[in-house]
């Protein structure tokens, strides 16, 4: 079988956003009265806004303590601290060897997509000067359920036209590697601390067109379908 496309999430692989998102959050919760650090952050990583939300107000036992009302109004305000931050994110601001992956994906003749929960996408792709760089992203607003969910990683096959099976997903968070195994493509990680992907790379200055082709390729060779 061929590899048909490569699908990317965004926060953590394209760019890296996470101490934005967590600096966002701190602020808020410290507001509610709930004290958050980077471990519990790291939980919260590919986790959509009202998701990580619930999931720090029962971190601080306050699940119970804001209305529907006020949850979407410190959600709303997490929000406004973020994209204010996100005026400092620049073309710069890529990860190492992001350029030239998807450059050299791009000849191989290989379809790139993109699968973040992130509203704030089409912000930060156009931020970083990423407009057009890839064929397909997936519209997080459409999805109604955050990664581990794989919704978000099929509607990324769809709208490229390839069968999950051809196709690799590349994630630096834990919900978006089991994401990625539950929409039956191959998984690639970012980053220490993460199970279960097919192929675990410390970070992206090791993720090359080289690398993925060579890890595709070995994937299927006929030897491993006997
Ligand atoms: C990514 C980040 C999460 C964030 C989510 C939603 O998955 O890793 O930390 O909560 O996007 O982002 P948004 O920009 O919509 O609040
Ligand atoms: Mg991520």
Redesign the pocket.
């Known amino acids: 079988m061929n590899l048909k496309a490569v699908i990317f ?4 692989v394209i760019t890296d ?2 101490h934005l ?1 967590f600096r966002a959050w701190r602020t808020v919760a410290g507001e509610a009265g709930i004290d958050i650090d980077e471990t519990f952050n790291a939980g ?6 009202m998701e ?1 939300l619930r999931r720090i107000l029962c971190h601080g036992g306050k699940e119970n303590a804001f209305d529907n009302e006020q949850q979407q109004a410190l959600a709303q305000r ?2 406004t601290l ?1 994209v204010q931050s996100l005026a400092s994110l620049t073309r710069d601001a890529l990860l190492p060897g992001i350029r030239q992956l998807l450059h050299d994906i791009r000849l191989a003749n290989v379809k790139t997509g993109l699968a ?6 089409p912000r930060i792709l156009s931020a970083l000067d990423m407009g057009a760089a890839f064929d397909f992203c997936a519209d ?1 607003a459409q999805i109604a359920r955050s ?1 581990p969910d794989p919704a978000i990683f099929l509607a990324a096959c769809q709208g490229l036209g390839v069968r999950p099976q051809e196709a690799i997903g590349i994630e630096d ?1 834990q919900a978006g590697i089991d994401a990625i195994n539950a929409a039956g493509m191959l998984s690639v990680g970012i980053g220490d601390d993460l199970r279960h992907a097919d192929l675990q790379l410390s970070s992206t200055t090791e993720l090359t067109w080289r690398c993925l082709s060579g890890f595709w390729v070995d994937k299927h060779q006929p030897d491993r379908a006997r």
């Open positions: 999430d965004l926060d953590g956003t996470a998102h919260l990583k590919g986790i959509s806004r990580s997490k929000n973020y973040s929960v992130s509203l704030n996408a997080a990664k968070a």
